[in-house]
């Protein structure tokens, strides 16, 4: 059906699993959205890789349904913005084509390079010149990587671009990046909000292979004929340079000022604080990264299998079954599931431990635990390994006022309840569907002039559901004894775990 406003914007959300594509009009109403699947390729123990042209593609062919789906007319549309997933690593060459797959974040081939970086610059610098750790599928430890198994390819970078950034560059030919997505690298300087070069020089290594940085609203160009042809639009119709997924589905949830803090639970799970001054952890537990609103930062706390873990439960051992079914199988028992704790590492972990080497495990298995107990131990396992995230956060002074529930956990009412009994808070959940995609269309209105403000943007977008989960106060007092002990699991067999 046509819509009914003069002016459109497209946010473009580039994802790991697929690409979605978002229409809102100029007073910040969704109006549409579809996606597209692509594959996550694994063809090395360890190695996570993604076509690049296949990104293309499905964009493409989103936008396109977008626009034919809603009757667009295409001079209607004012902008388009783009989020993607953060940390990966595209090497361009003078054809502006990728020279290899895309290395995404969930790669793990770099852990040599990740210890040789820790131990070469030391927790200080790195502190100092980036405020983030390495880890295993960042750009900088795949570009290592590259240079050392793959010199072929490491003598033919034109370009070392993130997957939104490649993505951009296809659709209107300007090469560029922007602050909140660049931080994601270990190779970027969140204070300054430039490459760092202290660390560039350390490791010897070329910065004219690294894009320019521009602020995220910031027009970058208009779509190339052809691009624009393949979706349905205008050529010249203006892109953003763009933002990191986390920071724009925050934008697309009004979480920019400091004391709101964001709990996502999707395939990872993230704690999201913004900041008026960056603030790193001196012993890199956290990471520190751009806003993609001009001079904000936030405090970032991430865990590689959160929504994951559940995942892995039900394919494993569950095929077939909702997740629904699953969490209502865990409300059956009790909290704290009668002893039984899962550590959720099944991909490594960032925070707080930073090892990509950690293995899952369950502790405290008996003959009286039952498949409830399993499935209730993993969604509690998840939700402890945040709160790790949100303890340091206190710890650090970052203010935490208010806790907006996001992600896969809104849909079932124990993951609500387990965040607001293990946080001890009151929980409101996000009311905005496909936030992230919202964040990526509301700043091509920033950067266009649709809207005028950043205070106008959150207006649209700061929503929450009127159902605020309060904590259990019982609840509450069993999960932090259990809490305390689930610390005590990962220093535990931490030893035996590397020997495995």
């Not at 969140?190 to 521009?214: A, F, T, V, Y």
Request: with cysteine; glycine share 8%; net charge negative.
């Amino acid at each position: 059906m046509p819509v009914d406003h003069a002016f459109y914007l497209i946010g473009i959300d580039l994802g790991t699993s697929s690409v979605k594509a978002v229409l809102i009009n100029s007073v910040g109403k969704i109006i549409d959205w579809t996606d597209e699947e692509y594959p996550l390729l694994s063809p090395e123990k360890d190695w996570a890789e993604q076509d690049p042209e296949t990104w293309l593609a499905a964009t493409l062919n989103v936008v396109r349904r977008l626009v034919e789906n809603n009757n667009l007319n295409p001079a209607h549309v004012a902008g388009i913005g783009l989020a993607g997933q953060m940390h990966g690593l595209v090497c361009v060459g003078e054809d502006g084509r990728a020279l290899r797959p895309a290395i995404i974040w969930a790669d793990r081939r770099s852990k040599k390079q990740v210890d040789r970086l820790q131990q070469q610059i030391g927790l200080a610098n790195l502190a100092e010149w980036t405020g983030n750790p390495p880890a295993t599928g960042f750009m900088l430890p795949g570009w290592l990587w590259i240079i050392e198994n793959e010199p072929d390819v490491a003598a033919h970078i034109k370009y070392l671009l993130l997957p939104k950034d490649f993505l951009r560059f296809q659709l209107t030919g300007q090469v560029g990046s922007e602050p909140s997505d660049a931080s994601s690298t270990a190779l970027f300087d969140p204070h300054g909000r430039c490459w760092s070069e202290p660390l560039l020089h350390e490791l010897k290594l070329p910065s004219d292979c690294l894009p320019p940085i521009h602020e995220s609203a910031e027009i970058c160009g208009g779509l190339l004929p052809d691009m624009a042809a393949a979706c349905g639009l205008l050529a010249g119709t203006p892109l953003v340079f763009g933002g990191s997924d986390v920071s724009l589905q925050a934008l697309g949830q009004g979480i920019v000022e400091a004391g709101l803090v964001s709990c996502t639970i999707g395939t990872g799970g993230q704690l999201f604080a913004p900041m008026s001054e960056p603030v790193h952890d001196p012993l890199l537990r956290l990471h520190l990264f751009c806003h993609a609103i001009p001079n904000r930062w936030h405090m970032e706390a991430a865990i590689l299998s959160a929504g994951l873990s559940l995942r892995w439960l039900r394919d494993r051992f569950w095929q077939g079954q909702s997740y629904e079914t699953l969490a209502n199988m865990a409300q059956q028992v009790e909290a704290a599931g009668q002893g039984i704790f899962f550590l959720p590492y099944l991909a490594g972990e960032r925070t707080p431990v930073m090892d990509s080497s950690a293995r899952a495990a369950f502790i405290g298995l008996s003959l009286e635990h039952g498949q409830a107990h399993i499935i209730r131990s993993v969604m509690e396992g998840v939700v402890f390994a945040l709160r790790q995230g949100l303890d340091l956060m206190r710890f650090l002074n970052v203010p935490v006022n208010r806790l907006v529930a996001t992600g896969a956990s809104i849909r079932h009412p124990l993951w609500l309840q387990l965040q607001a009994d293990i946080f001890n808070m009151a929980v409101f959940p996000a009311d905005t569907p496909q936030a992230t995609g919202l964040g990526a269309a509301l700043l091509a209105g920033l950067g266009t002039g649709v809207f005028e403000t950043i205070d106008q943007v959150v207006n649209f977008s700061k929503t929450y559901r009127m159902d605020v989960v309060q904590p259990n106060p019982q609840r509450v007092e069993l999960y932090e004894k259990a809490y305390q002990t689930y610390l005590q699991i990962y220093p535990a067999i931490n030893t035996i775990q590397h020997k495995v």
